[in-house]
């Protein structure tokens, strides 16, 4: 049984229109939790984006030969305003890749919050746990001034706004030495 071309064209705008508000979706996801490349987010931009240049090329080879080739501006037009949201998601998530990644002099001037995405590359990348003191302040600079979390044999590190959708706490990184000085153990908290 053949489906008629303008069932083809209703699933085609329903699926359409579904796949651009996924993409707007997942524009807000990475925009919020600020995602970096990986395979499962790559993977979700990517899957549904195939499978609508596939339906879009199954729809264009049941269009009859003599329509195509007046139709063919419009499915690169298509095609064109369906890579444009992959496109601006492959570009957070490289923006959201280099913000992410540690380094001294980053960390040292941050003002605007953004240690909290660079904790994580920090401690998987920088192993703490035994420097000294005075390492870990050439390493992280002077820790923050506060009274949250702080006791005699700790020092804490502002990391800026909670991360998730719904920001209310802040995150901090705690940092307890032993006698000798040297990092016992250290963690990220929120208060």
Avoid at 61 to 86: D, H, M
Avoid at 178 to 187: I, L, M, P, Q, T
């Amino acid at each position: 049984m053949q489906q008629k071309p303008n069932q083809l064209w209703r699933i085609f705008y329903f699926y359409g229109g579904f796949y651009l508000l996924l993409q707007v979706g997942y524009i807000l996801f990475i925009h919020l939790m600020h995602s970096t490349y990986n395979v499962v987010s790559i993977s979700f931009i990517m899957l549904p984006f195939i499978a609508f240049i596939l339906f879009q090329w199954s729809l264009w080879k049941k269009t009859e030969q003599n329509r195509r080739r007046k139709q063919k501006s419009i499915f690169a037009g298509i095609a064109l305003i369906g890579s444009a949201p992959v496109l601006i998601c492959m570009i957070m998530l490289g923006v959201n890749e280099g913000e992410t990644h540690f380094t001294a002099e980053k960390w040292m001037q941050d003002d605007t919050g953004k240690r909290v995405y660079m904790v994580d590359d920090l401690l998987t990348d920088h192993e703490i746990g035994g420097k000294t003191r005075e390492e870990v302040f050439s390493l992280l600079g002077e820790p923050t001034i506060t009274e949250y979390f702080k006791n005699d044999n700790n020092i804490v590190y502002h990391l800026g706004n909670e991360r998730g959708l719904i920001s209310i706490d802040s995150e901090w990184l705690v940092i307890d030495f032993d006698k000798e000085d040297k990092v016992k153990k250290y963690a990220v908290v929120t208060d």
